[in-house]
C-alpha cells in the first residue's frame, strides 16, 4: 500500500521517449512508490538534462532509474548532486563517451533527421527492439508514435547533447548507493559488456539481465523490469 513513508522514484526516459516509455513502471510499482517521469526534451547538455531534473524533483531525495540517455543522465545526477539519491537504477544505458564511428554515425543521423525524420524512426526500431519483438505491431506502433510526437527537433536536440557527454567511467566509483544495472540480453546499442562494466566498478551493485529483450527493456520486459525494480526498491524501503 502506498503511504507517505514510500520513496519517491523518478524515472527518466531515453533517447525521443516520453512517459510512455515507463508507463508499465509507473503502473505496477505505483503501490510501493510514488512514481514520476522525468522530463529531458528541454536540455541542451547532459549536465542541463540532469540540473533540470534536480530542480523539479518532487522531493529533497529520491530514488532514480534511467534507461540509456536517462542513464547517462542519471550519471551525472550523481555527478552534481548524490547525497539527494537513495538509490540508483541503470537500464540498457552506458557509463562511457562515444567512440569516434558512434559520433560519425551520429552526424549521420541527425543530417538525415532534417530532412526524412520518419526514416530514421524505421532504421532505428531494428535496434532498440528484441526480434520477436518487431513482430508486435502494436508496440512498433506505440513507439513510432512517441518518436514522432516529440519530433526531429527533440531528437537533434537530444543527439547533441548525448554526443557532447563526458565519460562516466571515472565517476562510477563514487557511486555509495543502492545500485541496480539492468539489461536486455539481446541489447544491440548498449550490449551487456557495457553493464558487466559499470557493475564491476560500482561497489556493491547487482547486474540483472532480461532473456527475450533488446534496448528498450522497460517496454519489451515489463514485469521482469518491475520485478527487479521492485527488489532493488527494497533495499531502501526495509
Ligand atoms: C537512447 O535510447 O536513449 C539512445 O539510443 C542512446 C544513444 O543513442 O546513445
Known sequence: ?????????????GLVND???WQHQA??????????????????????????ILASAPAPQFALAGLSMGGYV??????????????????????RP???????????????AESNYQSVIKELMPKQLHPIHMEDAE?????TDMAMSLGNKTFIRQQRAIAGRIDSIPSLSLIKCPTLVLCGRDDAITPIGLHQEMVTAIEGSGLSIIDDCGHLSA?????????????????ITS
Open 1 to 13: 500500500m502506498l503511504t507517505t513513508q514510500c520513496p519517491h522514484l523518478v524515472l527518466l526516459p
Open 19 to 21: 512517459s510512455r516509455l
Open 27 to 52: 503502473a505496477g510499482l505505483a503501490n510501493i512508490a510514488h512514481v514520476s517521469v522525468g522530463d529531458l526534451t528541454k536540455g541542451h547538455t547532459i549536465a542541463e538534462m540532469a540540473s533540470d
Open 74 to 95: 542519471a550519471l551525472e545526477i550523481m555527478r552534481q548532486a548524490p547525497e539527494r539519491i537513495l538509490a540508483l537504477a541503470l537500464l540498457d544505458t552506458s557509463a
Open 98 to 112: 562515444d567512440t569516434p564511428i558512434a559520433l560519425e554515425n551520429r552526424s549521420a543521423a541527425i543530417e538525415q
Open 139 to 143: 508496440l512498433v506502433g506505440m513507439i
Open 219 to 235: 517496454l519489451e520486459q515489463p514485469a521482469r523490469v518491475n520485478e527487479a525494480l521492485a527488489q532493488w526498491l527494497a533495499k
